[in-house]
Nanobody, 124 residues
């Protein structure tokens, strides 16, 4: 198993930016795809972005395309989520997750390790 610890959340005004980080330890980080998910109050958890094991492929939810960028540094065992042009509807707890696959295939069930989450609040 892998341990995932998110950081970088906080309160920001609409239109602002935040950069989330997720540090991994344990299972080999560089062999697996990584993803970010979020859950807003009263809503189901939803996919935000994913990146392949080597970073050659990224996937995004339509709601964040053009505003969010996922990246990874395998030398630092860390995955990032740069969030720009934030909107009130981006308010949620953001979770980092590691897939059991090298490339994101779609189902969140492929992600078998999860962090504790970091709160992002966007004020309008």
């Amino acid at each position: 198993q892998v341990q995932l610890v998110e950081s970088g959340g906080g309160l920001v005004q609409a239109g602002g930016s935040l950069r989330l980080s997720c540090a991994a330890s344990g299972r080999t980080f560089s062999s697996y795809a990584m993803g970010w998910f979020r859950q807003a109050p009263g809503k189901q958890r939803e996919f935000v972005a994913a990146i392949s094991w080597i970073g050659d492929r990224t996937d995004y939810a339509d709601s964040v395309k053009g505003r969010f960028t996922i990246s990874r540094d395998n030398g630092k065992n860390t995955v990032y989520l740069q969030m720009n042009s934030l909107k009130a509807e981006d308010t949620a707890v953001y979770y980092c997750a590691q897939s059991r696959l090298s490339y994101y295939k779609g189902p969140s069930a492929d992600f078998d390790s999860w962090g504790q989450g970091t709160q992002v609040t966007v004020s309008s």
